[in-house]
């Protein structure tokens, strides 16, 4: 074999080999492509959440409060657990039993993990009768309610648009480090809050 025939053999085992590795590094994106043209039902929808990610997440400062119960709480009371936040301003109406009967489904819906869960309600309640402050208590027994007292820092954690967030009307998820992560607004389905909460659970080491 003469020296062109070995240089002609050199220079094809070379294109070979990159023409081979072209096609490993492009064969998953034209894999990708052909399943997301020919099969549009496999294309992963925009978000694998039901709720509004907070990024950054954010940190609640310390805090301490009283609940109805007589209870002192501070910020070590989010440590430890996922914690679903609903803030309520003035009397509860029938939107906000709505909100807190979800939210107890939504933990009860977590069976074996119920325990990692844990609800706190943050009510500015001034102007409502202590008879029907202790009616909400009764009717949604194991519900932490906090009367808001000052602890301005601490709502404006929850300040994320225009909307004031004592009457947003929305839950919030905040993790086992005490960090706001999630918010769920009011016409958000239940059902996209346990799926959340169960894909949480399942993968998350926290809580």
């Not at 694998?48 to 950054?56: A, C, F, I, M």
């Not at 309640?125 to 906090?146: C, H």
């Not at 602890?151 to 225009?162: G, I, K, T």
């Not at 947003?168 to 992560?181: C, E, F, I, K, T």
Request: overall charge neutral; some cysteine.
């Amino acid at each position: 074999m003469n020296p062109a025939e070995i240089t002609t053999g050199r220079q094809t085992r070379k294109r070979m080999s990159l023409v081979l590795l072209f096609t490993l590094f492009l064969s998953p994106l034209l894999l990708a492509i052909l399943l997301f043209y020919m099969f549009p039902d496999w294309r992963p929808a925009g978000s694998s959440n039901h709720g509004q990610l907070v990024t950054p997440v954010r940190a609640l400062p310390s805090f301490e409060m009283e609940t109805l119960a007589g209870e002192q709480i501070d910020e070590t009371f989010l440590r430890g657990k996922w914690t679903l936040v609903y803030l309520l301003q003035g009397a509860c109406d029938k939107t906000c039993v709505e909100q807190l009967y979800n939210i107890r489904q939504v933990r009860l819906a977590q069976g074996k993990n119920i325990d990692r869960l844990q609800r706190l309600l943050v009510w500015e309640n001034g102007a409502v009768s202590r008879e029907d402050q202790a009616e909400l208590q009764k009717y949604f027994p194991g519900q932490v309610i906090v009367p808001l007292t000052g602890q301005q820092a601490v709502v404006e954690v929850f300040s994320l648009d225009e909307q004031q967030p004592m009457a947003a009307r929305r839950v919030y998820l905040v993790d086992p480090l005490g960090n706001l992560m999630m918010r769920y607004e009011p016409d958000d389905e239940p059902k996209g809050m346990i799926k959340d909460l169960e894909r949480l659970l399942k993968y998350s080491g926290l809580g």
